[in-house]
């Protein structure tokens, strides 16, 4: 039996694996993956799998599964994609942060700025004042099996419609303009930097004197704001 | 006759100050803006304020009133 035994991991990939995939349990999917490898299972046979060979298995038990979701499974059993261990999200109710912004990052890999806003795997979602930050949301991108999106891009910009202001790696014009519209404030970073780097940069410019547009969606009245500015534009 | 811009909704992108015929706009202290004196909201030369066309900010740049 011990021979036969799977990593923790791997199990446990299997299992998240299994959940991606639709009416499946983890016995089933290892039923289809043994049928593909043979036992023991092992790292580097999973690996070794690949869309059609899943598809095969078992006298095509999966076969009339979409190949994206198998492609997802996939990248899950393989450890290739968006397995990586998430960070904790921290509890936030409207009114925690005074005069605090949401914005999302679009990341790849839930550590740095690093996602084109057409494909990132998530946006990491902040709520953020000048003193405190909160990662209050990691969103998905992926499109709902069934739910059928015209435009990719303003599916994207739906999911963070909730935001101010989005940061990303890249972004096209035109997705750059479907941004706008639904009132988020689009940042191309010149280049890759940390999560935590940006939310602090952002946090100082909030402590300091924030530029109007965003001391307005910081909820500050133009009255409270700093006296310089009618000297200056006077 | 003249356009201004909101400042509480200007984000200093920008894209106003090439397209403008008379060269009215510059940026501020704060954020662009438009010199009243000189702006013709672009009569004369195009049938649209070009400002306006380019602004990715809905009603960012207005007409002064009066």
Redesign the interface.
Known sequence: MSQNALSRELALRIALAARALPDTDAKRLVTVLAGCVGMPMTESKIAAIDLVTLKAAQQGEFANVADDVLLQALSILKNTASDKILPAVQAYQEGDLPNSVRIACASDDAIHVNGHFGGCTWFMVYQVNGEEARLIDIRSTDIPEGLVVDDKNVYRAEQIQDCKVVYVASVGGPAAAKIVKLGIHPMKLEEVESLADIVSQLQQVMAGSPPPWLAKAMGIEASERFKFDRKAVG | MALYIV??????CGDCEPVCPTQSITE????F?IDKRTCTECEGDFDVPQCVKVC??DNCILPLEA
């Open positions: 400042e509480a909704d200007c984000i200093s501020g202290a704060i954020v803006k990715p900010i």
